[in-house]
């Protein structure tokens, strides 16, 4: 089972960037699909992008074209790369591992994940 570890996060002005990392442990990485939630104070989670091992990707319509996700199978680590900010991007964000056939494209239920990390906050001031 994957165990992921956030980083990256901070405060950052609206229309900046911030690059988010997820380190993971575990032998077992090309079986999970990876992916990244967000949770504003008051909210529920949501979805913002998901990427599973042949790197076939989804994101949630409100950061298509200006959020990245990414991994690197080698590192057992993904990426979120967030570029145009807005203060509506603020939230803490986690990374979520779950098991997933490389077949499929990845999930975006938060219940398909297993595997969670404690949360980064992002802040965007305006």
């Known amino acids: 089972q994957v165990q992921p570890v956030e980083s990256g996060g901070g405060l950052v002005q609206a229309g900046g960037s911030l690059r988010l990392s997820c380190a993971t442990s575990?032998?077992?990485?090309?079986?999970?699909?990876m992916g990244w939630f967000r949770q504003a104070p008051g909210k529920e989670r949501e979805f913002v992008a998901a990427?599973?091992?042949?790197?076939?990707?989804r994101y949630a319509d409100s950061v298509k074209g200006r959020f990245t996700i990414s991994r690197d199978n080698a590192k057992n680590t993904v990426y979120l790369q967030m570029n145009s900010l807005k203060p509506e991007d603020t939230a803490v964000y986690y990374c979520?591992?779950?098991?997933?056939?490389?077949?499929?494209?990845?999930?975006?239920?938060?219940?398909?994940?297993?595997?969670w990390g404690q949360g980064t906050q992002v802040t965007v001031s305006s």
């Open positions: 979520a591992g779950g098991l997933w056939s490389a077949n499929y494209y990845p999930p975006i239920r938060a219940t398909d994940f297993g595997s």
């Open positions: 575990g032998r077992t990485f090309s079986s999970y699909a």
């Open positions: 990427i599973n091992w042949t790197g076939n990707i």
